[in-house]
């Protein structure tokens, strides 16, 4: 019997709705049907949910406020109403997502993170805080949200994200709110505010006992000797925590050598694993450390492994994971003891010791409810400290060899810690949250396009939210400047108020019908908008990186209607010198100068551009000292900078606001189109092999800012082409959650079943993206061609005599063109006719500098082999002369 069922019987078969009685009593008995008994804490905190009252969960990790989260939507549910649950990662979410589902059917839970949409419409939502702060400020009291569940509700003092935790509670006065966070500090302010708003008390449940008590412990032995220890006294599953991936898998690395897990321990891991398919560089590292009981967590990992080792470790089998800290963000798994290796991080600005919330938070972690009698919290002192003490342990008693020692002390410049400072954190109650409200173009349009009194609607959460006074005043200037900056761009209008004759009464609106999906992602997408409408088709403005690149830009961003006619008046001869996908890459190019930098990867673009320019400076025979001064004007690909950067100034200059952004030109999507590279191509050709997670985020994030930002008659064919082809590479990567959810026929599961995900829909099913990864796959020959790369030609194509080829080919023209036109689907043509047979056969022409266009290169598309492979899979068979 699921838990409604048992509210239902429980209330009779009279009650329409039942009563918190009958709920709270339905509860206890389901939850000790399932083997629970409540804590004081989580009874208590039930008991006020079911009367109506907001609560703050404030207890330690492992205090079950996940079973009072079941015990929020289960009340809310079973009276009619409608309850979401926010966190603020989407690992998280979809964990949450797939728990859910197993308690109360797929058919009542639903998800959306952004990326994905499941089940939107069921009555228990699970979000990211974002989705739901951008609900309450589109719909406002009159949002359909009965119930708010805040998971790691600390995340409410991130100066980043903070918005969305505090945006909530300000606008969704008649819900109900469970705040819940192992490290949340004095929240008496907040709780006060939530009770003015809504009208219900708010209860504080805090300062609980853990029922699992953390031993903490300060060592100076090595890790790897601190590690077989544990293993050897049964302190599994272990969780070594590091404020670095590279340290994280450098230690995985290392620790391969340890016998971590038995014979026995890594066949059962093997069948868990079954036929997950470790399809990257970095995935076959992973398979190798699974399988020997050690996994890896972070967030450059792609979420389909991250969850692999989740679900590894929640089965018990796995003893040892080294990560970050990310597993200390609500992540349900399994941990007996935690290993922090160091009591400093570098926070993206500076480096600093851990707060006490951070420390806590990872802390936590340790010690499982109903399995440990106790969790263990081990804190590593700094290498050099570890290495004195292993000099004075050789020493033992003797006074002459201990007077011999030289102390090593800590490096210069290097943020400190010890024993005391270990001590410290441990005393320590987690720091006040403090807000931070934020003002966007984005959120701005959303309480625009509420409608209603949109002055008022502003001002009340300008004026009126938990930011000091000066804060305040702070976000009035801005949202006045923003609202200047959307009516100057057209997206807004004030116009007068209908039926009234108050010659003061306006009412301000959109302009446009936005589509439901449509978001302004990123706070420059106005100047975004503005600058497309610069791009013709006609016009090659962009750079490309390929061989034979494009030809430069040499216009200026118009800074009138009149210029921006002039710009399009260009000579037919000039448009037909470009291919017809440069104003397709070059609406992408101002898309990515919008988008937050991923610093990894443009840090190894420029690492390779700089080793490609040292390289054709030595064969030029340029000096050393020149060639250094020359590198450094060296940088990744910034395809438009100087339009873009201009066209940035004239914008800023009449909306100054867009000043406290950073217009950040880079090519990343362009870059991997026009280099036709398949994602694994890209991580290996840059090295990013622990970055894989965030390549494919920022792929997420480019393919939704250009299917939501770009408007439908921005649109050619070229750009649905693109479009399509990242949308399917992100797919066919990572498969989205809505594939997982569908594929989701047993919601329960066997918890003996291999871990083993749904597989990507066929890649054959989008037509469209398929035929641009065949088109990739045969342009890659032609530059590949164009650089006389013998080898790697005849890597791909063993069966055709590529040297002769190029030999005969170069006996005519001096060069193989692969500038925009080149590329040009124009010059591609594939016959359909043997699909049945699994064949298409495909025709790429080459384009020759004497327009000839008498060289073709003839392929096979095997069909089947690249369903499977979730990639083209082409084979060249001749290269003829026609």
Excluded at 374 to 398: F, R, S, T
Excluded at 469 to 484: G, S, T, V
Excluded at 537 to 562: K, Q
Aim: hydrophobic residues 45%; contains cysteine.
């Amino acid at each position: 019997m699921t838990l409604l069922d048992t509210i239902a019987a429980a209330s009779g078969p009279a009650a329409s709705t039942p009563d918190p009685d009958a709920i709270y009593d339905a509860f206890v008995e389901w939850a000790a049907d399932a083997g629970f008994a409540l804590y004081p804490a989580q009874d208590e905190a039930v008991i006020e949910l079911v009367s109506g009252a907001n609560v703050v969960l404030s207890t330690p990790t492992g205090t079950g406020k996940s079973l009072v989260a079941i015990a929020a939507h289960a009340a809310c549910v079973a009276q009619g109403g409608r309850t979401y649950y926010t966190a603020p990662i989407k690992a998280l979410v979809s964990e949450k997502f797939f728990a859910l589902v197993e308690i109360f059917g797929a058919e009542r839970v639903g998800m959306v993170t952004g990326d994905s949409s499941v089940n939107p419409d069921a009555p228990i939502v699970c979000c990211t805080a974002e989705i739901l702060a951008n609900l309450a400020l589109r719909q406002g009291a009159d949002a359909v949200v009965d119930q708010v569940v805040m998971d790691e509700f600390h995340y409410y003092g991130d100066p980043e994200r903070g918005w969305a935790w505090q945006v909530p509670l300000l606008l969704l006065p008649r819900a109900q709110f469970l705040l819940m966070s192992a490290t949340l500090g004095d929240v008496a302010e907040i709780a006060a505010d939530l009770t003015r708003r809504t009208g219900r008390p708010t209860a504080q449940v805090t300062g609980v006992e853990r029922p699992v008590p953390l031993h903490f412990s300060y060592v100076r032995v090595p890790v790897q000797e601190t590690l077989e220890r544990l293993l050897e006294e049964g302190e599994a599953p272990v969780y070594i925590v590091h404020f670095s991936q590279a340290a994280a898998m450098e230690r995985a690395q290392a620790l391969a050598s340890v016998r971590v897990a038995t014979r026995e321990q890594r066949d059962a891991i093997a069948d868990a694993i079954g036929g997950f398919r470790f399809t990257t560089a970095f995935g076959k590292t992973l398979s190798r450390l699974v399988r020997a009981g050690i996994g890896m967590h972070h967030a450059g990992m792609l979420p389909r492994y991250r969850r692999l080792v989740e679900t590894l470790a929640q089965r018990g089998l796995l003893r040892v994971i080294c990560g970050t800290d990310t597993l200390g963000v609500g992540i349900n798994v399994p941990i007996r003891t935690v290993v922090v290796a160091a009591l400093s991080k570098y926070d993206g600005t500076r480096m600093r010791q851990l707060t006490a919330r951070e420390f806590h938070q990872v802390a936590g972690r340790a010690g499982r409810a109903g399995f440990d009698t106790y969790g263990n919290v081990v804190v590593m002192a700094p290498e050099w400290e570890i290495e004195n003490a292993v000099a004075l342990a050789k020493a033992g008693d003797d006074p002459a060899k201990r007077k011999k020692i030289v102390r090593k002390k800590a490096p210069v410049g290097i943020v400190n810690w010890g024993e005391g400072s270990f001590e410290r954190l441990v005393a320590a109650q987690p720091e006040p949250l403090e807000p931070h409200l934020q003002l966007t173009a984005a959120m701005l349009i959303n309480l625009i396009g509420r409608g209603g009194d949109v002055f008022g609607n502003v001002r009340s959460l300008v004026f009126d939210n938990h930011e000091p006074k000066a804060r305040q005043y702070e976000l009035a200037r801005r949202a006045l400047a923003i609202f200047r900056t959307l009516r100057q761009a057209g997206v807004v209008e004030v116009v007068p108020a209908p039926h009234t004759s108050a010659p003061s009464a306006s009412v301000v609106r959109l302009t446009v019908d936005l589509q439901p999906n449509f978001a302004l992602n990123q706070p420059l997408s106005p100047f975004a908008l503005a600058a497309i409408e610069l791009l013709d088709p006609g016009v090659e403005l962009g750079r490309g990186t390929g061989v034979g690149g494009s030809r430069e830009a040499r216009t200026i961003a118009p800074e009138s209607s009149e210029d921006a006619a002039t710009l399009r008046r260009t000579d037919a001869a000039a448009a037909a010198s470009v291919g017809t996908d440069h104003y397709a890459l070059d609406v992408v190019s101002v898309i990515e100068a919008t988008l937050d930098d991923p610093r990894a990867i443009l840090g190894q673009q420029e690492f390779k551009a700089r080793g490609e320019a040292v390289a054709a400076m030595k064969r030029d025979g340029i000096e050393y000292d020149e060639r250094m001064a020359l590198l450094e004007g060296i940088t990744y690909p910034k395809p438009l900078a100087a339009l873009l950067a201009q066209a940035f100034e004239v914008f800023a200059s009449s909306q100054p606001w867009v000043r406290d952004f950073e217009l950040s030109p880079k090519s990343v999507v362009r870059d991997m189109f026009e280099r036709a590279l398949s994602f694994g191509e890209f991580v290996s050709f840059y090295q990013l092999g622990r970055s894989e997670g965030l390549v494919l985020r920022y792929l997420s994030d480019a393919y939704r800012a250009i299917r939501q930002t770009v408007p439908a008659e921005a649109r050619t064919d070229e750009l649905l082409d693109v479009i399509e082809w990242l949308g399917e590479l992100v797919r066919q990567v990572d498969s989205s959650l809505v594939d997982e959810w569908s594929a989701l026929v047993d919601p329960v599961g066997d918890p003996d079943a291999p871990v083993v995900p749904p597989a990507p829909p066929s890649i054959l099913t989008n037509r469209r993206a398929f035929l641009v990864l065949v088109r990739n796959e045969l342009f890659r020959r032609v530059q590949l061609a164009a650089l006389q790369d013998d080898d790697a030609l005849v890597a791909l194509d063993p069966d055709v005599d590529w040297p002769a080829a190029l030999d005969s080919y170069y006996d005519e023209h001096d060069v193989i063109l692969t500038g925009g036109p080149a590329r040009s689907p124009q010059l591609v043509t594939v016959d359909e006719t043997d699909a049945a047979n699994g064949i298409w056969r495909a025709e790429q022409t080459i384009d020759d500098p004497d327009g000839n266009h008498d060289w073709r290169i003839r392929a096979e598309v095997d069909l089947s082999a690249s369903e499977e492979e979730g990639a083209a899979i082409v084979r060249v068979t001749e290269v003829v002369r026609l």
